[in-house]
């Protein structure tokens, strides 16, 4: 499974940007998707879910209400669309996905089989 994230780039405190991520040649609704990121010199940390198997979206306390979680079956693709961003936002975002069922433990990195290569945000204050 090859999962091709992007949408990341240069952005000022307070604006938008949404990532994209596309499950390469699979069935979109087939896999629990992710969103994590990682600043320099901190741990992955969890951003957002969305549990097909579920039914279900989850989020980091820090981004409720600012970033929501998404899909497009059509398109096999999930996104992340990011508003009234922070500097504090600035990381690199992974996108994951299993095939497993997410159950309870979707803000876990081992919880997710695959992983995106990464796509810089920058928030500049």
């Known amino acids: 499974v090859q999962l091709q994230a992007s949408g990341g780039g240069l952005v000022q405190a307070g604006g938008s940007l949404r990532l994209s991520c596309v499950i390469a040649?699979?069935?979109?609704?087939?896999?629990?998707m992710g969103w994590f990121r990682q600043a320099p010199g901190k741990e992955r940390e969890f951003v957002a879910a969305?549990?097909?198997?579920?039914?279900?979206?989850y989020y980091a306390d820090s981004v409720k209400g600012r970033l929501a979680i998404s899909g497009d079956n059509a398109k096999n693709t999930v996104y992340l669309q990011m508003n009234s961003l922070k500097p504090e936002d600035t990381a690199v975002y992974y996108c994951?996905?299993?095939?497993?069922?997410?159950?309870?433990?979707?803000?876990?990195?081992?919880?997710?089989?695959?992983w995106g290569q990464g796509t810089l945000v920058t928030v500049s204050s």
């Open positions: 969305i549990s097909w198997s579920g039914g279900r979206t």
């Open positions: 994951a996905a299993t095939s497993r069922g997410l159950g309870n433990t979707w803000y876990r990195p081992p919880s997710y089989d695959y």
């Open positions: 040649g699979r069935t979109f609704s087939s896999y629990d």
